[in-house]
Antibody
Framework: EVQLVQSGAEVKKPGESLKISCKGS????????IVWVRRMPGKGLEWMGM????????RYSPSFQGQVTISADKSITTAYLQWSSLKASDTAMYYC????????????WGQGTLVTVSS | DIVMTQAPLSSPVTLGQPASISCRSS???????????LSWLQQRPGQPPRLLIY???NRFSGVPDRFSGSGAGTDFTLKISRVEAEDVGVYYC?????????FGQGTKLEIK
């Protein structure tokens, strides 16, 4: 069974750093892109970027380039999304999802990680 | 970048009645390989999104056949033949033809 399990909710202060994770299992982790998606409170889904764990090829949305870093450790089948200096506007639910590389659809999703940034 | 525009943004529907959501892209979604990477997702309250339809009209595993997708080029439609209570949520179209991939704004389906 394909599963993506994300790390738990985080409460941080502005300026702090954070790294959240997404662990894949039940499939070949290195041969599917992992996508990160943001949903801000009361808003829709936003495509942030993605990584191919096989060779760490990474693509970012221009809206998120330079704001976050996407990485992966294939030895532990885990992808990451990290911030070096959080802002209040980073408060959102973050989802990872697997991209089916044949049909180019997000076929399996993590449960989401709620990040709250507040002073 | 490709902009995805959905309509309506809110859709109150009576149980058992049909519902339809439109999605338009600012550019053709036909890839150079001839495929059109337009998918539909459902997000029920408190849950992660779930894939319903991929490549315009293909239902994902386990999706009821009351959901159907159609369209071509820049105009696409998701139809629900008979709305059930469990269909309440927000529906998104998404294009993966061109980077950066993008979602529509979402359409909230509610029961009248």
């Amino acid at each position: 069974e394909v599963q993506l399990v994300q790390s738990g909710a985080e409460v941080k202060k502005p300026g702090e750093s954070l790294k959240i994770s997404c662990k894949g299992s039940g499939y070949s982790f290195t041969t599917y892109w992992i996508v990160w998606v943001r949903r801000m409170p009361g808003k829709g889904l936003e495509w942030m970027g993605m990584i191919y764990p096989g060779d760490s090829d990474t693509r970012y949305s221009p809206s998120f380039q330079g704001q976050v870093t996407i990485s992966a450790d294939k030895s532990i089948t885990t992808a990451y999304l990290q911030w070096s200096s959080l802002k209040a506007s980073d408060t959102a639910m973050y989802y990872c999802a697997r991209l089916d590389g044949y049909n180019y659809a997000l076929d399996y999703w993590g449960q989401g990680t709620l990040v709250t940034v507040s002073s | 970048d490709i902009v995805m525009t959905q309509a309506p943004l809110s859709s109150p529907v009576t149980l058992g009645q049909p519902a339809s959501i439109s999605c338009r892209s600012s550019q053709s979604l036909v890839h150079s390989n001839g495929n059109t990477y337009l998918s539909w997702l459902q997000q029920r309250p408190g849950q992660p999104p779930r894939l319903l339809i991929y490549k315009i009209s293909n239902r994902f595993s386990g999706v009821p056949d009351r959901f159907s997708g159609s369209g071509a080029g820049t105009d696409f439609t998701l139809k629900i033949s008979r709305v059930e209570a469990e269909d309440v949520g927000v529906y998104y179209c998404m294009q993966a033809t061109q980077l950066p991939y993008s979602f529509g704004q979402g359409t909230k389906l509610e029961i009248k």
